[in-house]
Antibody, heavy 115, light 107 residues
Framework: QLVESGGGVVRPGGSLRLSCAAS????????MSWVRQPPGKGLEWVAG????????GYGDFVRGRFTVSRDNAKESLYLEMNSLTVEDTAVYYC??????????WGQGTAVTVSS | EIVMTQSPATLSVSPGEGVTLSCRAS??????IAWYQQKPGQAPRLIIY???NRATDIPARFSGSGSGTEFALTISSLRSEDFALYYC?????????FGQGTRVDIK
């Protein structure tokens, strides 16, 4: 399973670090992603990282503000978010890549950006 | 950036009927596409991976097809638990974009 943490309420311009702890599967064998869902809206892919963490991809809206990383020894995924705006308000999910017969998603952590 | 476009936005269907949802990629994604089902208050659940493979524990009434830029998800005989939102996602190249979703409603 995947368990996210680190969400909360932050002011515009602020920062947050999300974490995702994996268990019950071989974390190091899966590409990982962060996906978000603004209230009442669809899914938005935020960022992804390859197996050993040396290649990363981001959604266009990230514009250098977020950094995804992983620690295979700790079986954890991270998302460092800076310069947050109200448009970043969403539930943030971590997920394994959808290329195999099983895909794991966390329950999500809510991020609210508000003054 | 690859853009994924789903159609229609909403489908109203009676239980027992079949439906086909469409997803188009703005450039080829080979067969690197997945379909998800999402219900209110829940995380998405993987239905189809690599265009036509059913994920673990997904019933046979769900099937995927297509390659390149045109894809479809077919549900052969809708059950009450199938009424939900469905998303496609490409994972051929970053960013791994989602479509905007198709809602399958009870008629």
């Amino acid at each position: 399973q995947l368990v996210e943490s680190g969400g909360g309420v932050v002011r515009p311009g602020g920062s947050l670090r999300l974490s995702c702890a994996a268990s019950g599967f071989t974390f190091k064998d899966f590409y990982m992603s962060w996906v978000r869902q603004p209230p009442g809206k669809g899914l938005e892919w935020v960022a992804g990282v390859n197996l050993n963490g040396d290649k990363r991809g981001y959604g266009d809206f990230v514009r250098g503000r977020f950094t995804v990383s992983r620690d295979n020894a700790k079986e954890s995924l991270y998302l460092e978010m800076n310069s947050l705006t109200v448009e970043d308000t969403a539930v943030y999910y971590c997920a394994t890549w959808p290329a195999t017969s099983v895909a794991f998603w966390g329950q999500g952590t809510a991020v609210t950006v508000s003054s | 950036e690859i853009v994924m476009t789903q159609s229609p936005a909403t489908l109203s269907v009676s239980p027992g009927e079949g439906v086909t949802l469409s997803c188009r990629a703005s450039q080829t994604v080979k067969n690197d596409i997945a379909w998800y089902q999402q219900k209110p208050g829940q995380a998405p659940r993987l239905i189809i991976y690599r265009a036509y493979n059913r994920a673990t524990d997904i019933p046979a009434r769900f099937s995927g097809s297509g390659s390149g830029t045109e894809f479809a998800l077919t549900i052969s005989s809708l059950r009450s638990e199938d009424f939900a939102l469905y998303y496609c996602q490409q994972f051929n190249s970053w960013p791994w974009a989602f479509g905007q979703g198709t809602r399958v409603d009870i008629k």
